[in-house]
């Protein structure tokens, strides 16, 4: 095992829970990538790939704490982008309906 790819994993897998947090906290997809997560996705497959191949060891428990802390990101960036594209479209039928005011 090398203590710099632990490392490296945890400080990785610190991030996670935040971006977590603030997805459920702004209940927006806003500044999301959806390549981005899915690359993400596909480096922790590769590490969990070549650790069960070549070197598996307890770093293994790693990648896979990431790999599912990203898909649950990922799984709240889908659903608050089909939100995020209902309030918008919401709001555009509240605009084109919007009474007239008379005086």
Not at 20 to 34: E, H, M, P, V
Not at 46 to 72: A, E, Q, R
Request: with cysteine; aromatic share 14%; glycine share 4%.
């Amino acid at each position: 095992m090398s203590i710099f790819e632990a490392l490296m994993m945890l400080g990785f897998g610190l991030a996670w829970p935040f971006n977590i947090a603030r997805s459920l906290r702004t209940k927006t997809a806003a500044g999301k990538s959806f390549l981005f997560m899915i690359t993400i996705e596909l480096a922790y497959i590769c590490g969990m790939i070549h650790k069960v191949l070549y070197s598996f060891d307890i770093v293994f428990w790693l990648y896979v704490l990431n790999f599912v802390m990203v898909l649950i990101d990922l799984l709240l960036m889908v659903r608050y982008t089909r939100l995020d594209v209902f309030r918008e479209r919401h709001a555009q039928l509240r605009a084109r309906h919007k009474p007239v005011k008379t005086v």
